[in-house]
């Protein structure tokens, strides 16, 4: 079994900055890749940034040049560096990771809130 937790979400005014952290732990062989996901209210899931297992990166449009995605391989920890926030990047952020387990699936975190407001 594998289970994936953030950590780093919060208040920030707009302009700051906030780093989300997500921890893969259990039974892991290995990791493909990771990303972030976010979901704001009454809106659908969406990309946010994902990176591979060999470190490529993509991101939203919406966030390119302010978010930054990275990963830590022997710590099974995948990071997003977000800074000039604004206020519609307020959201629930997920971790996602495609897993090798007992069977290679995706799994997601339960989720942090980020919260930009003055």
């Known amino acids: 079994q594998v289970q994936l937790v953030e950590s780093g979400g919060g208040l920030v005014q707009p302009g700051g900055s906030l780093r989300l952290s997500c921890a893969a732990s259990?039974?892991?062989?290995?990791?493909?890749?990771m990303g972030w996901y976010r979901q704001a209210p009454g809106k659908q899931r969406e990309l946010v940034a994902v990176?591979?297992?060999?470190?490529?990166?993509s991101a939203a449009d919406s966030v390119k040049g302010r978010f930054t995605i990275s990963r830590d391989n022997a710590k099974n920890t995948v990071f997003l560096q977000m800074n000039s926030l604004k206020p519609e990047d307020t959201a629930v952020y997920y971790c996602?990771?495609?897993?090798?387990?007992?069977?290679?699936?995706?799994?997601w975190g339960k989720g942090t809130l980020v919260t930009v407001s003055s």
């Open positions: 990176i591979s297992s060999g470190g490529s990166t």
């Open positions: 259990g039974s892991i062989f290995s990791i493909y890749a």
């Open positions: 996602k990771a495609d897993v090798l387990s007992v069977k290679r699936m995706d799994y």
